[in-house]
């Protein structure tokens, strides 16, 4: 375990930090950075998870993102950097006469220099219910969790606070189909950063979502049954009832200064620090929203940032730098709201305001000025130049001939927008996701020589989340490389849109996107409801993003997936059971002649995947026919569609005399796993008991070749057209680890290839080496990978010719005549 | 609606609009062949014979976009209002004339032509 009981003697002074969150990391970041090896640094997290970013809690809760997409650093992280964490447990006492801190398991640990970085506690209103089970903080991934035990469509919940995190909140919770209201107690949302006419724009874009804003109230009890029940309601002082499942109470936050006191280090609200980030104990730092400076406390990220660099200049005695409190600007995360506010945006008599109102693009922008510069901005609608406001407010320069036009923009200001770009500061913020300036954008293209905007995101994360500032990543590409720059322009996925596939798969996660109407409408689509290639497309990406939620759209699939039969070419259809691993039984053969007989049946035949094909099957006969298969425990087996379709098996050492692996029995454990797996296209499997390779697998999606050590795992090889044989992924020694790497790789593929792109092409496009960093080397991706495929496959693993045959409904009706007038 | 009344006997009841799905189609028997009878986004309805005029591909199964339907078999895009073949491609299907009154929906088997018979109406 990670222990530090012993102090060693050695050359490297002993650094420990207690709080594994945000502003702790940062610092040690800094640290680092300034002074790699000069601290033995050991790190107290009192939760169990690796330091993750908290402003990303809202869209985690919204779906949006996954918790591994909001981790900032992993443990490899800590092991590359030789930090000792000791995470889920927490710090209970600092003896600062012996410079050693105790955990609640009773682990001590030295220190040379300490640094506090306990962040703060949500407020919890001392109310009558407060502590029932469903009333609940939003705060960490703890709290998204227990919020997610709840949530689920058509129940209630009620977020007591309309400030930035309640909102969010809020937010998460209705894409998560809950009936949301929220509770605030002054008369305007987000008074702190909102004047009243934003406000008011922001209530109504929410109420428009379905939320229910309840402005001027007041909580008076959080009720239930008994004294500890379940919550139900919360009532109003005014005496309003409001039910509710689930009551998230964002009011606001307090500084967790509790440790420091207790260790007699000078607080207030907060721990009190000076310009260098000292508490009043010279040895030990503090940082973020623990503290407390000059009598002011902070919870947004941009100072934080800056009070990490203070420290960390101050610990590593690199630079006696000062911390100084800068404007901050505040975004609300709640995507298609657009807000933005900055500074002092509500005057008063010795300001002057220029405002901008477009009520029919609901569009409200203010500008705050004094004595010919900008103090205060806020924009609702349209926040493309919040950056360049924000920039002018920080750099308090005089606004001069710019306050004619600067409403409008820089645009209007400098005419060209390049030239807007370019006159840009280096700390202009570019992306308000992911908080990244231009300076770090340009940077990271000098640096690293990147030419693409994939490039930037994938190092700088501008434009990775909603993508609204993408143009503007792309006009500092040009800038920089001038006419090096060739914007690589994705092939549209049809005439319907000018998006190619990767950006509507992108848009559609990160936008939590969950309908083809709701990709159309944000993706702008050209046509009212698409055309026959980009629907069945579309219906697949949803499916895939969003499993168990998405409902399935029928009239979007191609004729085969919706009568899970395969059309001939007179109309009819052909019928192929799943035979599992190729195997079959005497019952299941009677089965098939039986229905071959009953229905006149023209053509039986053995297929190319060891099964057993009928052809010339009447579409009135379809449910009958699946009724008697169904009988003999046959099922569907997806011949028909973009899905998995066959594991083709030899019989392996059960009865080879050169089998040297039960390839049978792999073959349908594969099989039995992954079927009814949605795919960009048809998935093939195989599995060969020897080298000799009866089953074929190498001209397999996902081939299984045994050999005496083991398996050999093949991928992206397919017949048709162009044969391709596949490239050796890795070999693996057990069964579980095939299973493992194949359904990592099938989820791979099926989030990341376009739609009708076999693995084949996908596997050319992307590298073998991409594949292999994703599922073999990097075994936390795997896991992952692994768990995404298991999940989906919970919603995906219905035989659907049991659903099909079940009767007549809305669903069946369409083996059917309409009417028949002959 | 006196015009409609006027017209009524060369109408016959096939069933409810609601028994169509929103961008699908059902199929008819008829002494005329199956004829495809298709609801849109908005409701409109067309008829056509459920043929494909390319190599004669079952028209009810293939997907609804805005007026038109792409053939299961070989990705024809037919018009729904005339039947004619869009694009590149050169042919026409029959088209029959077909309207909705009270949710029911009403197909005229008579005087089925290329062309512009077909009828749509709102709910």
């Known amino acids: ?822 | 609606m006196m015009d409609g009344m006027r017209r009524v006997e060369n109408f016959v009841d096939i069933g409810a609009l609601e028994d169509i799905p929103r961008l699908g189609a059902r199929s008819v028997k008829s002494p005329r062949g199956d004829i495809a009878v298709f609801r849109t986004a908005d409701d409109s309805v067309y008829a056509l014979q459920d043929r494909c005029p390319h190599k004669q591909g079952p028209l009810s199964q293939g997907i609804v976009h805005g007026n038109a339907v792409t053939c299961p078999l070989h990705g024809w895009v037919i018009g729904l209002t005339d039947g004619q073949a869009l694009g590149l491609d050169k042919g026409c299907t029959p088209t029959f004339a077909v309207k909705v009154e009270h949710g029911r929906v009403l197909l005229a088997l008579g005087g089925a032509a290329p062309g512009n018979l077909a009828q749509s109406a709102q709910l």
Request: proline content about 4%; charged content about 20%.
């Open chain 1, 1 to 822: 375990m990670l222990t530090a009981m012993n102090t060693i003697g050695g050359v490297r002074e002993k650094l420990v930090v207690i709080g594994n969150g945000m502003a702790g990391m940062r610092t040690v970041e800094e640290i680092l950075a300034r002074a790699p090896g000069m601290f033995d640094i050991s790190v107290f997290g009192a939760e169990p998870q690796p330091n993750y970013d908290r402003i990303m809690l809202s869209p985690l809760l919204a779906g949006a993102k996954t918790f591994d997409q909001i981790v900032l650093n992993s443990l490899d992280w800590y092991e590359a950097n030789q930090i000792t964490l000791i995470a889920g447990e927490a710090v209970v006492s600092i003896d600062r006469a012996a410079r050693v801190v105790t955990s609640e398991t009773g682990r001590q640990v030295t220190y040379d220099k300490l640094l506090l970085a306990t962040g703060s506690n949500p407020f919890v209103l001392p109310l009558p219910g407060a502590t029932r089970p469903g009333v609940m903080t939003f705060r960490s991934v703890a709290d998204v969790e227990r919020m997610l035990g709840v949530a689920a469509p058509g129940k209630t919940a009620v977020v007591i606070g309309g400030g930035l995190l309640g909102l969010e909140a809020a937010h998460g919770l209705n894409l998560r189909g809950m009936a949301v209201s929220v509770v605030h107690l002054m008369p305007t949302l987000m008074e702190r950063q909102l004047d009243a006419s934003a406000a008011h724009l922001l209530e109504k874009a929410l109420t428009a979502r379905g939320m229910a804003i309840h402005t001027s109230a007041n909580t008076a009890s959080f009720d239930g049954e008994g004294e500890d029940g379940h919550v139900t309601g919360v009532t109003l002082k005014d005496g309003r009832h409001i039910p509710a499942d689930l009551v998230v109470m964002a009011v606001g936050i307090r500084p967790n200064a509790a440790l420091a006191k207790a260790a007699g280090l000078a607080c207030d609200r907060g721990v009190q620090v000076d310009d260098a980030m000292r508490t009043s104990d010279p040895a030990i730092y503090a940082i973020g929203e623990c503290v407390e400076h000059a009598g002011q406390c902070y919870g947004l990220v941009a100072p934080i940032w800056d009070m990490a660099k203070v420290a960390a200049d101050n610990i590593c005695a690199a630079a006696a730098s000062g911390f100084v409190p800068a404007a901050t600007g505040t975004r609300l995360k709640v995507s298609g709201i657009e807000m933005f506010s900055a500074g002092q945006f509500i005057g008063d008599e010795t300001t002057e305001d220029v405002v901008l109102r477009d009520a029919a693009r609901g569009i409200y922008k203010r500008l705050v000025l004094r004595e010919d510069r900008l103090v205060g901005v806020v924009c609702f609608g349209d926040t493309r130049d919040a950056g360049w406001y924000f920039d002018l407010l920080r750099n308090g320069e005089a606004l001069g001939a710019l306050r004619e036009t600067m409403i409008f923009g820089p645009v209007a200001a400098a005419g060209d927008p390049q030239e807007a770009l370019g006159s840009l500061a280096d700390t202009a913020e570019i992306c308000g996701c992911n908080g990244v300036k231009k300076g770090a954008i340009t940077a990271a293209i000098a640096e690293h020589g990147l030419a693409t905007v994939d490039a930037v995101r994938a190092r700088t994360k501008a434009s990775a989340s909603c993508g609204s500032c993408t143009s503007l990543v792309e006009g500092l590409l040009k800038l920089w490389l001038g006419d090096g720059y060739v914007p690589i322009v994705a092939k549209p996925m049809c005439k319907c849109t000018s998006h190619g596939h990767d950006e509507v798969r992108r848009r559609i996660r990160t936008g939590a996107l969950k309908s083809i109407p709701a990709v159309m409408q944000a993706l702008e689509w050209g046509t009212p409801d698409g055309c026959a290639a980009c629907r069945p497309a579309l219906n697949f990406y949803l499916l895939a993003a969003w499993p168990g939620e998405y409902v399935d759209d029928q009239q979007s699939r191609f004729v085969n997936e919706r009568m899970h039969a395969n059309i001939q070419k007179d109309g009819t259809y052909s019928v192929v059971p799943r035979m599992w691993g190729g195997t079959t039984s005497a019952r299941e053969l009677r089965a098939i002649a039986d229905v071959v007989d009953k229905f006149n049946i023209p053509a039986v035949k053995v297929t190319g995947g060891q099964r057993i094909d009928m052809l010339g099957v009447r579409k009135e006969d379809l449910q009958a026919v699946w009724r008697d298969l169904n009988a003999a425990g046959l099922v569907s087996g997806h011949a028909y569609g973009k899905a998995l379709r066959t594991v083709k098996t030899c019989v392996g050492s059960e009865w080879c005399r050169f089998g040297v692996q039960d390839s049978t029995a792999m073959g349908i454990a594969l099989e039995k796993q992954t079927w009814g797996s949605w795919h960009p296209h048809k998935v093939k499997l195989a599995v060969s008991g020897c080298p000799r390779n009866c089953a074929e697998a190498t001209i397999k999606d996902f081939g299984v070749v045994a050999t005496e050590a083991g398996w050999d795992l093949h991928v992206g090889g397919n017949g048709g057209i162009k044969v391709r044989a596949t490239e050796l992924l890795c070999k693996v020694t057990t069964e579980a680890e095939v299973m493992e790497y194949c359904c990592a790789f099938l989820q791979l593929y099926r989030m990341e290839a376009r739609y009708l792109e076999r693995t084949a092409p996908w596997l050319e496009r992307v590298g073998l080496r991409y594949v292999q960093e994703q599922i073999v080397e990097n075994a936390a991706r795997r896991a992952a990978l692994f768990a995404d495929f298991l999940y989906a496959q919970t919603f995906a693993q219905a035989d659907p010719w049991a659903a099909q045959a079940a009767g007549d409904n809305a669903e069946t009706r369409k083996y059917n005549a309409m009417a028949e007038l002959v």
